[in-house]
T-cell receptor, first 115, second 112 residues
Framework: NAGVMQNPRHLVRRRGQEARLRCSPM?????VYWYRQLPEEGLKFMVYLQKENIIDESGMPKERFSAEFPKEGPSILRIQQVVRGDSAAYFC?????????????FGPGTRLTVL | QQPVQSPQAVILREGEDAVINCSSSKALYSVHWYRQKHGEAPVFLMILLKGGEQKGHEKISASFNEKKQQSSLYLTASQLSYSGTYFCGTAASGGSNYKLTFGKGTLLTVNP
């Protein structure tokens, strides 16, 4: 029973390029969350998606960042025109439903380095 | 607002006990505990819900004081594998129970 999958695990981009991060939730999970983690910091909520819907993007920067979770395929976090401050670990989590407990299971993360 | 974890770091010898605290200024609906090893995914440990019971399995347990908006994680007879950074994530009462706000973490090191 595979867990949450993320790829790539490491991504290096030059300033101004685009970064695409992918997340496949656990089997049977239809809810996806993206978090960002800076060194020595906790995880910070970015966005919550269900299939074909963005439910809450209150943690996303207003510009350059976007997320989607299409009907088929993985969820994508897209960062356009990356800057050095975007360097961080980006984690995806999934849950089977949003109910009483809402346990979230995390993937291994994508470590983005912007040169 | 970010919950405050204490201590920031703790060093134990194998077999010793530890308590990690998580405190919020907001009324909480739930507290989630995770352990993360360097360069790896956070691993879910347990969730405590408002009005729920103290949770635990084997040597790791946790409590949730709703009145004080505090949770504590108890590690007894620690093992080398317990080393890592422990994070609490909180969901505010009356808000979105999916939206977790994480503390900065507590680094636990267990030595032989």
């Amino acid at each position: 029973n595979a867990g949450v999958m993320q790829n790539p695990r490491h991504l290096v981009r030059r300033r101004g390029q685009e970064a695409r991060l992918r997340c496949s939730p656990m089997k049977g999970h239809s809810h996806v969350y993206w978090y960002r983690q800076l060194p020595e910091e906790g995880l910070k909520f970015m966005v919550y998606l269900q299939k074909e819907n963005i439910i809450d993007e209150s943690g996303m920067p207003k510009e350059r960042f976007s997320a989607e979770f299409p009907k088929e395929g993985p969820s994508i976090l897209r960062i356009q025109q990356v800057v050095r401050g975007d360097s961080a670990a980006y984690f995806c989590a999934s849950s089977p439903l949003v109910g009483v407990s809402n346990e979230q299971f995390f993937g291994p993360g994508t470590r983005l380095t912007v040169l | 607002q970010q919950p405050v974890q204490s201590p920031q770091a703790v060093i134990l010898r194998e077999g010793e006990d530890a308590v990690i605290n998580c405190s919020s200024s907001k009324a909480l609906y739930s507290v989630h505990w995770y352990r993360q090893k360097h360069g790896e995914a956070p691993v879910f440990l347990m969730i405590l819900l408002k009005g729920g019971e103290q949770k635990g399995h084997e040597k790791i347990s946790a409590s949730f004081n709703e009145k004080k908006q505090q949770s504590s994680l108890y590690l007894t007879a620690s093992q080398l594998s317990y080393s890592g950074t422990y994070f609490c994530g909180t969901a505010a009462s009356g808000g979105s129970n999916y939206k977790l706000t994480f503390g900065k973490g507590t680094l636990l090191t267990v030595n032989p």
